[in-house]
């Protein structure tokens, strides 16, 4: 069989339910993702590192499944990624299907900074929200799918929201896999998945394994490793993140809604653009 990309990109925002979507969509028999469901190898090309395309395109060589899926919230990252939209059209083809998953974005913003603390990365959430531009700019949906729509067209896009998937999980898979052309019966014979890692996420960030866990080498091995084996091990090596619940003042929420509401009126902007737009809301908050 010839060699394939994925024609299933799963770009929602970190900390929005993408780790949800994607087991979900893996349960059907039709719907295949690798084991690291976010190789984030279109980014890492594009930051210059060698062979990330090469490796990307071997996770998926010999997959008969009708749709392969890549789950990179990489992909809807910019500026702290480069935008990956044009080359996710040249190399997945014109066939491929788009799924962007969001949530109430100043919860999700919370999330992220909360995300941070745990893995060590920030001390606190004092002063957390314009530390760096990709709290919010993570958070302006509207803009950061500006990017996708240059190159995909409407028909090939399916936005959905966690708050939605939690409440009407039925509604919502039925509408995604008919997105797919395929019939979600099997999903929804099941129960929902738990991916939902809470006060058991473990944090490599700090960790000596750290080089190993982002190696090439164990890149190949976690793809022949079993799901519960690599949890197992995790459990046994890894530290268990800081545990942080962060809650924005009314100042940040004020001026994190102002940020979002300038980057949304953007279409597909550079860095410095986003950068400068968060910077004037922090100014007006002062």
Known sequence: MPDRTPNLLVIGAMKAGTTTLCEELARHPDVWFPAGKEPNGLARHLKGEPHALDDWRALFSGRRERWLGDGSTGNSKVPFNPDTSGLAAGLCGPDTKILYITRDPIARTERHIAHEIGNGTLASPEGGLFSAPEYLANSAYAMQL?????HFCPEAIL?????DLTVDRAGVLTRVFSHLGLDPAPVLALGPVDANRGDARRSAHKSWLRPLLHSRAYARL?????????QRAAGALLPTATQARVRLSDAEQTAARRAL???NAL?????ATITATIQAAREAMK
């Open 159 to 163: 936005e959905i929201t966690l708050e």
């Open 267 to 271: 279409d597909a902007p550079d860095a």
């Open 146 to 150: 500006s990017f996708w729509r240059r």
């Open 222 to 230: 976690r793809e022949l490793l079993p799901r519960s084996l690599r």
């Open 261 to 263: 509401d300038a980057l």
